[in-house]
């Protein structure tokens, strides 16, 4: 437990793109330390970058969060409405002598560091403009020259205890004179990111390890600012599995990815959590209620989380189980739903999902293997046309067709006698019906067993696709 018993955490996303999956697990870490110390969980919107950032895409991380159930306490916050504040916080510490306005151009610097680069000195900024005599300064005024700010870095060590990764020290004299108000009066990442998690009261920074080497740059502006500081945590990255960090590269990124491969949320956040946290058991299945309950810092390891896509999938599998098949019945609705496809009958749903069973990772797979329990518009798989439609066939099917007409309890016992005897009596073995057909009705030469999938289908539509069949074979040049 923490001492004050206020823990204020928070998730800062930039609104540059969609809610990354990097991002997702920040925010659930954050999330668990919140609710596992009665603290509060806040969300804001990084969107001081005007060109870069959409509104589009901070609506699509708020409903990522909302999707993964993340419920943040108070409103969202936006740093575009803080705009005045970041530039009196900069301008304060200009006079207090703590920074100081910088007039270099790109090109100016992007020279000094060259020249200093090729007799191989390092670089950092090199404080020109601190040094500015009264009349350069005067010039530059006159000549109405874009201007920044630069902190002034004071020397000395900057160290601090990562909640994750213990001491972290770094030498004052090797970082630059940062900028935290750029010429076009914005702030830097680093200012507005200080002014805000001081203003909203975050104890507790927990965010991912590429925000390490920022950390003491922050830490040097609380201190200017006179503000307390907060704790530090850094969590590990997520590297794709060839170990290099987690990008497009390696498949999706992006949680709506998730979303709508039909990866159900449940699933998704006790995958993430997973990365880089470990509740040191065996167990695997954990709800968000159970993983507040195990959820510590303790957990977080240092070595950079792997993304697995399968293992993801095979919690996907194993969420399904857990939750039965009248939920996920409900679930798929909904997601079908969202893909245009109006389906009330629950029951129905529940005898797809019996049927593609164990076959089924995600909502989508009862797209890609089971399009036939929902649309009529499929076509016949190419090598099962050339494997199991010969001519002739649609003598038998329009026979079969007949039969199943008069067949009173469509089910599996009555499909299975009706076809096994039509087969007995045209003198051909019942395989070379039972391929054709479920090719017939579902476009496909593999699926659940024939009996169960007629059944599920329903008399008058597996009668229906029965005569397209056969107007198909009607049509059909076997000769060829
Ligand atoms: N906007 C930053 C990001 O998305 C936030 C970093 C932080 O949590 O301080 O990486």
Redesign the pocket.
Known sequence: MIKNNKVRV?????PTGYLHVG?AR?ALFNYLFARSNNGAFLLRI?DTDLERSRDEMAESIIEGLQWMNLEWDEDILYQSDYFDEYQEKAIELVKRKLAYWCYCTDEEIKERKNKAMSSKKGWIYDRRCYHLSGEERERFEKEDRPKAIRFLVPSGISSYEDLIHGVIKKENSEIEDFVILKSDGTPS?NLA?VVD?HRMGITH?I??D??IS?TPKQILLYKALGWELPEFGHVPLILGKDRSKLSKRHGAVSLSYYKDEGIIPEAFVNYLAFLGWSPKTEEEIFSIPELIKRFSLDGIQIKPAIFDIERLEWLNGAWMAKLGREEVASRLSEYLYRKGISIDDKDYLVKVIEALGKRIKKFKDFLVRGYYFFYDDFSYDEEGVKKHFRKGLEEKMKELIKQLKELANFDENGLENVIRNLAEELNCKASELIHPIRLGISGMTVGPGLFVLMEILGKKRVIKRLESLVRYLEGADFDK
Not at 10 to 14: H, T, V, Y
């Open positions: 928070r998730i800062a996303p930039s991002t920040t990084e990442y990111v998690d920074v965010r991912g590429d925000h920022n």
